[in-house]
């Protein structure tokens, strides 16, 4: 999101100087830190917002489902009816197209963006795409606008006045304005365009509300060819004015809620750790997070255990927790990306890859001041366009637990009693309450058994000696 982080440009003046302080008294790397305790303010653009996200790995069949939710049973309750209708829907489609072993699994991906939050307004928009085996991937954009002051979600009717002729006045304006953009000009006598701006309210049913303007969603297909993609234009508040109800689109007005957070720093890493050679090691990898309650819990428990371990985020959830990603940093855990909202790399161009791992990368060092220094592809998904689309070494995973599906403690407990070895990658997720009550009981078994946990970095050996991370290539285990 475009807004200026001052809080975390804050933060990152701390760092610096605190390096600075560090070498100015000639301090080394190997001489153990001091448990300073340092105060720093983050802002977060949208406080009281948490992402929820559905994935299931399955695979011949996967989905990630990401939406927001905030502090209304109302808005929570819609999106959540609406994300599982979606998953149905996509259930019942596969349901004869499912073949186990395939090299092409079916998705579904669903991921939203926020276009405006208030005290008065949220408006959001959800890009579904579905992969259903055919030759192009299917894709709809839904919106959700909801008026927060009276707990309604908003529908096209409720924003102009009665008797208005909005569907004529939005037909006409929606036509002039996409001509305006590039290449549409010659799309002027075209069927699709004519039935696609035509004064009926399907045409017009997406939308967002954002600084006083009025934005229209076009789906693909619904005003041209597939080249021309799912436009969208502005309409302004002048422009609507006469048809317009007074409450709508004054929210420009409104400020955005912006909320500085204090954070208690660590200001160095605690305990450099040493691969211990009495020891074998373990590196625990944490996926699709961060999530509010259970990467907390989570990071508690490797503190007991004096462990670190290895969050792969989602770039979609980070900036909701700016605080969580401080935190792992600060407690010496390793930072790697997982892309921005999940999607199944192979299913993409190299430029859509880029674009997957860059934003998120971007969104880590919003908060850390610095890039990750892995990636994990969704699902483990790689084909040769990802490899030479990535540009940091991928990490995948030689244990894998099965704690989406399981949700149970102690079934992930066995599942790494059964297959650990010295040198593996354990892969966990930090979306699920049962994942994060099952650490601490995996650290202390671990430990009984001898092994150190540490990042995936150290267990590779990544800038130790002459170990260098490559790019592009592929590590499951030491
Ligand atoms: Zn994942």
């Not at 809080?7 to 605190?18: D, H, K, Q, R």
């Not at 693909?220 to 317009?244: A, D, F, M």
Request: a negative charge; proline letters at 4%.
């Amino acid at each position: 999101m475009p807004k200026v982080l001052t809080g975390v440009l804050l933060f990152i003046l701390v760092l610096t100087s605190a390096c600075q302080h560090q070498s100015a008294h000639g301090l080394t790397t190997t001489k153990p830190a001091e448990k300073k305790i340092k105060s720093t303010n983050v802002s977060v653009d949208y406080p009281g917002i948490y992402v929820e996200s559905k994935i299931v790995e399955y695979d011949d069949y996967q989905y990630a489902v990401h939406f927001p939710k905030i502090e209304s049973e109302t808005w929570n309750r819609e999106l959540e009816l609406w994300a599982g209708e979606r998953i149905n829907m996509f259930k019942q489609e596969t349901e004869e197209l499912r073949v186990p072993g395939t090299t092409w699994p079916l998705e579904l991906h669903i991921d939203f963006e926020i276009y405006d939050m208030t005290d008065k307004f949220i408006s959001v928009k959800l890009i579904e795409s579905k992969f259903l085996g055919g030759a192009h991937t299917e894709e709809m954009i839904y919106s959700y606008n909801f008026n927060r002051e009276k707990q309604q979600l908003i529908a096209l009717p409720d924003l102009f006045q009665e008797n208005s002729n909005y569907l004529e006045v939005l037909s006409k304006l929606s036509g002039e304005k996409l001509l305006a953009l590039p290449d549409m000009k010659k799309l002027l006598q075209d069927e699709y365009f004519k039935s696609g701006i035509r004064p009926k309210e399907d045409n017009f049913k997406q939308f967002a509300i954002k600084d006083g303007l009025f934005i229209l969603f076009f789906q693909r297909y619904q005003v041209g060819p597939n080249s021309i993609g799912s436009p969208e234009i502005e309409l302004t508040e002048g422009e609507l004015q006469h048809i317009l109800k007074e409450d709508y689109l004054t929210s420009s007005s409104d400020q955005n809620v912006v909320v500085e957070l204090e954070i208690d720093e660590k200001v160095a890493v605690e305990e450099t750790s040493i691969l211990d050679p009495n020891k074998k090691h373990v590196a625990l990898t944490f996926d699709d997070g961060p999530h509010h309650s259970v990467t907390s819990k989570i990071l508690d428990a490797l503190t007991e255990h004096h462990a670190h371990a290895t969050f792969f985020v989602l770039g979609n959830r980070v900036e909701f927790h700016p605080e969580l990603l401080l935190r792992m940093k600060a407690e010496g855990h390793e930072i790697g990306n997982h892309t921005w909202s999940h999607p199944q790399l192979t299913n993409l161009s190299q430029e859509e890859i880029r674009e997957q791992v860059s934003s998120t990368d971007g969104q880590i060092m919003k908060i850390t001041g610095e890039p990750a220094t892995l990636v994990r592809p969704p699902y483990g998904a790689i084909n040769e366009t990802t490899l030479q689309s990535i540009s940091h070494p991928i990490v995948n995973w030689s244990v894998d637990t099965r704690d989406w599906k399981s949700r149970n403690a102690e079934s992930i407990l066995k599942e790494v009693q059964k297959q650990v070895r010295d040198g593996s990658i354990i892969l966990m997720h930090d979306i699920y309450p049962s994942t994060a009550e099952a650490v601490g009981n995996v650290l202390s078994w671990l430990s009984q058994e001898g092994y150190q946990v540490v990042t995936v970095s150290q267990l590779l050996g990544f800038g130790a000696g002459e170990t260098v991370a490559e790019a592009g290539k592929v590590y499951s285990s030491q």
